[in-house]
């Protein structure tokens, strides 16, 4: 087996099923099960046929990282702040608590603004009126992949060869144990596991939306 750690610019596709992947240099690497799971790139792959890859949209999120020395949450915290969700998560080791997050349509925008910081401050202080007291420590935006309907898309996908493995959206690490085991069940070519059903690609074609409509 070779280890490549480069881009893919599009899925090579042969006899009507996925033969592998082509690098940006035009480098071709053959392989008789491609799995794309590229987050909220997963649907810019070139060479696929149209259709193949439901809709994967970047939703920005912006978190906070402050700091503490003295004792100030020690378990993860959740709520609702006038209908905006906010957590705060405590790491065990550091005396850092993680601040987040802001739920951004924004394609792919990873600027920090100075709303988003605002907004997650002034929510975290209704539930934590001490927040504001605590040292800043740094700043981050990423992009959560987001499918249709916010759902995980697993399983083979309409091109023979071809297993998707995105739209995790606000999910993703917590998912990530179940979502190996499922994709690496796929590549092998084994059945697909009961958990992964309701999360098949095959929801969205237009067949099976003609069908749930009529
Ligand atoms: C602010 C924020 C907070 C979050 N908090 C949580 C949380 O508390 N719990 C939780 O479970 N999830 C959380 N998430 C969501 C989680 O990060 C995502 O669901 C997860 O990262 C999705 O993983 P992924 O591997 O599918 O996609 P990504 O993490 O987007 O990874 C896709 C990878 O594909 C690579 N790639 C893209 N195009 C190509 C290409 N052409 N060739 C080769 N490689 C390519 C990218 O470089 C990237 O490394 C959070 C996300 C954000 C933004």
């Known amino acids: 087996m070779r280890l490549v750690r480069r881009p893919a610019k599009g899925v090579v596709v042969e006899r009507d099923a996925a033969a592998g992947v082509r690098l940006e240099d035009g480098t071709v690497v053959r392989a008789d099960r491609v799995l794309l799971a590229a987050g909220p790139w997963s649907d810019d792959l070139e060479g696929l046929p149209a259709g193949t ?4 949209r970047p939703v920005k999120g912006q978190v906070i990282r402050l700091r503490t020395r003295v004792p100030f949450l020690r378990r993860c915290t959740r709520g609702l702040v006038k209908g905006s ?4 998560v405590p790491r065990a080791d550091d005396g850092e608590i993680v601040l987040g997050a802001t739920q951004e349509e924004l394609g792919f925008d990873r600027r920090v603004t100075a709303g988003g910081l605002w907004e ?25 992949p987001g ?8 399983g083979h996908s309409a091109l023979p060869g071809l297993v998707l493995g995105t739209g995790h959206f606000r999910h993703g690490v ?8 499922v994709l690496s069940a796929l590549l092998l070519d084994g059945p697909v596991p009961e958990v992964a ?3 098949s690609p095959d929801r969205f074609s ?3 939306i003609s069908e749930v409509n009529r």
């Not at 997650?120 to 959560?144: I, K």
């Not at 499918?147 to 697993?154: E, K, Y």
């Not at 917590?174 to 085991?181: C, G, H, K, Q, T």
């Open 174 to 181: 917590l998912l990530a144990p179940v979502s190996a085991d």
């Open 197 to 199: 059903r309701p999360f």
């Open 120 to 144: 997650l401050l002034r929510d975290a202080r209704e539930l934590f009126p001490g927040v504001t007291e605590l040292e800043f420590a740094e700043v981050t935006a990423g992009l959560r």
């Open 147 to 154: 499918s249709p309907d916010n759902a995980p898309v697993l």
């Open 85 to 88: 969700p906010v957590y705060l």
């Open 53 to 56: 890859v439901p809709s994967v």
């Open 206 to 208: 237009p067949e099976r």
